[in-house]
């Protein structure tokens, strides 16, 4: 059974929706509801949810922004995207970002329905064995041969790309061209495959690694098909490698946050892979420049931040901006990177004491403020305060608006408003898993 949040600004939507979803007959659970992008996020941070079906524009935070939130604290989740505005330029947006549909309102719940089923089958995919991938033509993905000649050329540019004997930059250009890039941002993704054994390090590698390697490459070919100009292919140590490529245009979108969806793929790599393989990878995710000339050090910030997992056994996806690595002469020390990692928590907590009762803040001005990524912030929080980042801001909130409670006269839609919430509603439900009694049982 599959749990579904609604969320949409007008009330009776939800509560039509809801009750469509209820009396369908497909394997839904539980139905949660939100009036807010804000109150959607919060049960994307409470509760085990699958699928959203969101309007676009809710106010201060709409749909996508809501999609972009939800997908980092839980890479798997499917989206729906409802809209009343028939714009190519959102639906493009929506499907880009990972919706799997768009649906114009008003809704024809047949279609709705369908479009609901179609998500849930997606999730409901069963997982192969790596051996079934021989095959060639079962779902969930489509399996490639890959084109050694052509990995070979990518991997000469990775090589030679900013070294004084690379080729000229506009034939490196050229070649990029022929194969399917021409930019001209670019940034480079690398996963390192668990595989057993490590054996791929120590000579040629056995049939049971060349099959997972294979398969993981295909994994990665199918989740990028279609939503990214990007090519993968294996690198020179049989390593995974993405280029991904922006246009003029496409990098101008202040609708798109980049370095955000590019996070987004790194962690829905390293999930689809462990789930449908059975193995862990690890994944290093560069700058984004502009120019050919620029990938060869793109290729060396992936490894980088590859390298940098060692540090950290129980994260997989890193960011080559998230380590101030301009601070050091040389790469920091163990020692020099929890210093770092502690002054980057304590800065977090500090801007969250001073605006946990500012509606709407989010986990992404947080970590504005610290410099780092919200995926990074989020597991050094976790890890230096043995509780995550909004379970946090919620332990403030709360405790604040006890004492308002019990100290002052102030209504609950006063108290919800001042420690950050813009439903009185909302406040109270957290208010009650919170603390076990709602508002008026703990007045009285």
């Known amino acids: ?25 497909l394997p839904v659970g539980r139905i949660v509801t939100a009036c807010s992008g804000h109150e959607a996020l919060d049960y994307v941070r409470m509760e085990e949810i699958d699928l959203i079906v969101t309007d676009i524009r809710m106010g201060e935070m709409d749909g996508i922004e809501l999609m972009h939130q939800a997908k980092i604290l839980k890479p798997w989740v499917q989206t729906i995207i409802i809209s ?28 709705f329905l369908d479009s609901v089923r179609n998500a849930l089958l997606k999730l409901d995919k069963p997982a192969p064995q790596p051996e079934e991938w021989l095959s060639g033509d079962r ?51 690398k996963l390192k495959l668990a595989l057993p054994g490590e054996k791929e390090r120590t000579g040629t590698p ?24 990007a ?29 955000n969806r590019l996070e987004m793929i790194g962690r829905s790599l390293h999930h689809h892979i462990h789930k ?24 060396r910030q992936a490894d980088k931040a590859i390298l940098w997992s060692g540090e950290h056994g129980d994260y ?10 301009h601070h050091y002469a040389r790469d920091p020390s163990r020692e020099e990177l929890h210093t770092q990692n502690n002054r980057i928590v304590e800065s977090a907590k500090a801007y969250i004491e001073e605006n946990y009762g500012q509606k709407g803040l989010t986990i992404h001005e947080v970590a504005r403020k610290t410099h780092v990524s919200p995926n990074y912030l989020s597991y050094l929080f976790k890890k230096h305060t043995g509780h995550n980042l909004w379970e946090y801001v919620i332990k403030l909130r709360m405790e604040e ?8 006269d102030l209504r609950r839609y006063e108290i919800a408003e001042r420690v950050g919430y813009e439903s009185p509603e909302h406040f109270s439900k957290i208010f009650k898993k919170y603390f076990g009694v709602s508002p008026s049982e703990l007045k009285k």
């Not at 993968?232 to 390593?239: A, G, I, K, W």
């Not at 997989?316 to 690595?325: K, P, T």
Request: aromatic share 10%; glycine share 8%; hydrophobic share 45%.
């Open 276 to 299: 449908y393989l059975g193995i862990l990878c690890t994944v290093g995710i560069s700058q984004i420049m502009q120019g050919v000339r620029f990938l060869g050090a793109l290729s």
């Open 206 to 229: 056995d049939r049971d690694v060349r099959l997972f390697q294979y398969a993981a490459l295909n994994v990665v070919k199918e989740l990028l098909h279609g939503e990214w100009n």
């Open 316 to 325: 997989h996806v890193f960011y080559y901006g998230d380590f101030n690595w």
């Open 1 to 25: 059974m599959y749990n579904i949040l609604v969320a949409d600004d007008e009330k009776l939507i939800c509560q039509g929706l809801a009750g469509l979803l209820a009396s369908s007959g």
């Open 139 to 189: 779902e969930p993905f489509r399996m490639e041969e890959p084109d050694a000649d052509n990995a070979e050329r990518l991997n000469r540019l990775l090589a030679e790309a900013g070294e004084p004997s690379a080729a000229d930059p506009g034939e490196a250009a050229e070649d990029l061209r022929e194969l399917g890039l021409s930019g001209p941002y670019f940034a480079v993704i």
């Open 401 to 408: 608006s006890k004492a308002l409670i019990l100290n002052t």
């Open 231 to 259: 090519l993968s292919f294996y690198t020179r140590d049989l390593e995974i490698a993405v280029i991904v490529q922006w246009s003029e245009a496409e990098y101008a979108d202040p609708g798109v946050n980049k370095l």
């Open 84 to 111: 009343a505005h028939e714009t190519f330029q959102y639906a493009q947006m929506a499907v880009r970002l990972g919706a799997r549909d768009y649906l114009v309102k008003p809704l024809n719940g047949e279609q």
